[in-house]
Nanobody, 118 residues
Framework: QVQLVESGGRLVQAGGSLRLSCAAS????????MAWFRQAPGKEREFVAR????????EYADSVRGRFTISRDNAANTVDLQMNNLKPDDTAIYYC???????????WGQGTQVTVSS
């Protein structure tokens, strides 16, 4: 059974940092591009960052580039998102997911709530 479990979200003040982690199981983690998405209240889910299977490339949404860093550990089957200089607009539920083909991601876990207070 493919499973992705996110953790690390909490309430933090603007300007603070958080590190989210995603534990993967049930598939060959090292073969898949992994990504983080987020969904703010009343908004569509949006792309945040992604990382190639071998960490050879990373990509970020314009809104987080320079503040967030995605990384992965294929030995531990985890993908992390280091978030610095957080802003209230970063408040959202954050999801990790795997790419199964170009532009298509599944599954979606339950997510982890990040709340940034001003």
């Amino acid at each position: 059974q493919v499973q992705l479990v996110e953790s690390g979200g909490r309430l933090v003040q603007a300007g603070g940092s958080l590190r989210l982690s995603c534990a993967a199981s049930g598939f060959v983690f090292g073969l898949h591009l992994m990504a983080w998405f987020r969904q703010a209240p009343g908004k569509e889910r949006e792309f945040v960052a992604r990382i190639a299977w071998n960490s050879a490339f990373t990509e970020y949404a314009d809104s987080v580039r320079g503040r967030f860093t995605i990384s992965r550990d294929n030995a531990a089957n985890t993908v992390d998102l280091q978030m610095n200089n957080l802003k209230p607009d970063d408040t959202a539920i954050y999801y990790c997911t795997r790419q199964i083909r170009t532009g298509e991601y599944k599954p979606w876990g339950q997510g982890t709530q990040v709340t940034v207070s001003s």
